[in-house]
């Protein structure tokens, strides 16, 4: 059996004494150095648990004052569901596979559900990825709207809300992909998705976005990066 991290367990303890209540909604929680000592444990794996929770918004660190307890709307105790893999390659593959399952589903859907209007800001986000190529940090950005958007398409409330979490949890490891192979292959795969929707083409939007998942996980699979 796989050894729990420390890290998760810090992330656990503070997970429990916000969501039990003991720690309420826009109250400062301990400090760092507090946290180690009630918890018998090193400043890194507090400072991982921290940032982990950070992620997932339901905490939120202010410069100079701490670290706060958010409001906890529902959206929170789903985002509390997802593992916590900022950094863990491995977890991401597992993301990508998830995402390989649920997304071409998702093309197919708002291929047949959308309106023109989401067609168009597709078109939008995809030109501007042709534009904003040569910087990765924008070109990564608007490849994720690009997926919101077609999660929006759907329709479906739940699709949109689990495209947002991981949308959050995805963007080092897709900023990491481009900086390594570049933006060439995801761009002529985005256009092959667009081209589908635009199409009315359910069944190739789906298709293309099986096709650019399965490259996606294969290239992440041989990388490596830091």
Not at 28 to 42: G, T
Not at 142 to 166: C, Q, T
Not at 170 to 194: C, D, F, N, V
């Amino acid at each position: 059996m796989k050894e729990v991290k420390t890290s998760d367990k810090v992330f656990k303890i503070i997970q429990e004494k916000i969501f039990d209540g003991e720690w309420k909604p826009g109250e400062k929680i301990m400090s760092e150095p507090q946290l180690c000592k009630e918890l018998n444990v090193s400043r890194v794996s507090v400072r991982e648990a921290i940032e982990k929770l950070a992620t997932l918004n339901i905490i939120s660190k202010r410069q100079g004052e701490g670290t706060f307890v958010n409001d906890l709307k529902p959206s929170i105790y789903l985002n509390s569901l997802i593992p916590m893999i900022t950094l863990d390659k491995d977890n991401y593959i597992d993301i990508l596979e998830f995402r390989l399952i649920t997304e071409p589903k998702t093309a197919r859907m708002c291929t047949e559900k959308c309106s023109d209007d989401i067609i168009k800001k597709i078109e939008e986000i995809y030109e501007r990825m042709v534009e904003d190529r040569q910087d990765i940090e924008k070109f990564t950005e608007e490849d994720l709207n690009f997926h919101m958007k077609i999660a929006e398409g759907s329709k479906n409330s739940l699709i949109i809300k689990v495209n947002e979490i991981l949308r959050n949890l995805m963007e080092y490891h897709q900023r990491a992909l481009y900086k390594t192979l570049g933006p060439s292959g995801g761009l002529s795969e985005h256009k092959l998705i667009l081209d589908a929707i635009k199409n009315r083409d359910s069944e190739l939007a789906e298709i293309y976005m099986v096709r650019h998942l399965q490259r996606t996980i294969k290239d992440i699979k041989a990388i490596k990066y830091e």
